[in-house]
């Protein structure tokens, strides 16, 4: 599920070849996990806790 804080769209990845490319400013959840999948992020910078937001209440005052 990917959320722009104000629409929210789903995707299923039910082919190993199909991906999302999401920009940053976007909520995500990731759900459903069939046993044996992965989930693989690539990232254009080193991970840093201080870049993320981790509650949705928050995100949606951020977005306004």
């Given amino acids: 599920v990917v959320d722009d804080g104000r629409t929210k769209r789903t995707f299923n990845l039910n082919r190993p070849y199909h991906g999302v490319l999401m920009p ?6 990731l759900n459903n996990f069939s ?9 254009s910078n080193k991970y840093d806790e201080k870049d993320y937001i981790r509650d949705y209440q928050d995100f949606i005052k951020f977005k306004r």
């Fill in 35 to 43: 046993s044996g999948s992965i989930c693989l992020v690539l990232a």
């Fill in 24 to 29: 940053s400013g976007l909520w995500r959840e």
